[in-house]
């Protein structure tokens, strides 16, 4: 390309490049990711499918998060994760609480779990599927999140992330609709699950990369993404070890009278 000379008759200097298009800085990206959300949510929540709708969400989930981890590393693949999670948990909060019909067909044994969570909050029992209540499954999840996220690119971790989202949810917007208190949504916001769920995210994204990016050398991880496994190894072994203590006194905080 001819350079014109500039007043002092130098040669103008070259144009910039143009700036590279980076997909996981698109606001379109996150519309896109946004609208999923709401589809394979709201949809199978309303037809009442309790198999359809994990399976439906976390493969949105484990995509989303697959296409970051590509383009542009875990910073960002955790920044998706995070909001498909909570914009997930948003809509299903508000579909429990408008449409609690639907959306307990939509959830396996939700009315055993919704009457567990009334159980404890009037009573003082053990909260539903805790490791108290439930250890084998409190485990069987934390598994599913480690080795389903490490054999299946994070399907099947995600799987079990998603499901645990939306029984929290849908612990939140039944406890507001039942208990008539909007003191029944921080009720059902149960810091120690979501500490757990939390370290989940984390945890669903470092296991995704070794079958992702063909890198299975323990000492990459060590090395690059230590904070990453100590921050969510501490916030899953934190919120079990919360769930033991801290149901008690969220609920004499929150509970109705």
Known sequence: MQRYPNSHGQPAPPAPPPPVYELTRDPLFYGTLVFFVLLTTAVPGLMGQPNF???????????????????????????????????????????????????????HDAFLYRTGLLQWAYTGSATPGSLLA??????????????????????LGGWFLVKGVNLLAYGM???WRTTGSPLGILLGLAPWRLAQLAGYTGLFVLLTQPLLLNNWNPAHYLSTQRRLILLSLTLVGGGLLAELVLPGLWRAIFAPR
């Open 53 to 107: 709708m994990p399976v439906i969400q976390a493969l949105g989930l484990t995509v989303f998060t697959a296409i970051a981890l590509r383009r542009a590393g875990v910073a960002t693949a955790l920044r998706v994760a995070t909001v498909w999670l909570v914009t997930q948990a948003f809509f299903f909060f508000l579909l429990a609480w408008l449409l609690p019909v639907s959306v307990e067909k939509a959830i």
């Open 134 to 155: 439930a250890p084998v499954a409190r485990l069987g999840e934390i598994a599913g999140v480690v080795l389903g996220s490490l054999a299946t690119v994070g399907l």
């Open 173 to 175: 917007g039944s406890l």
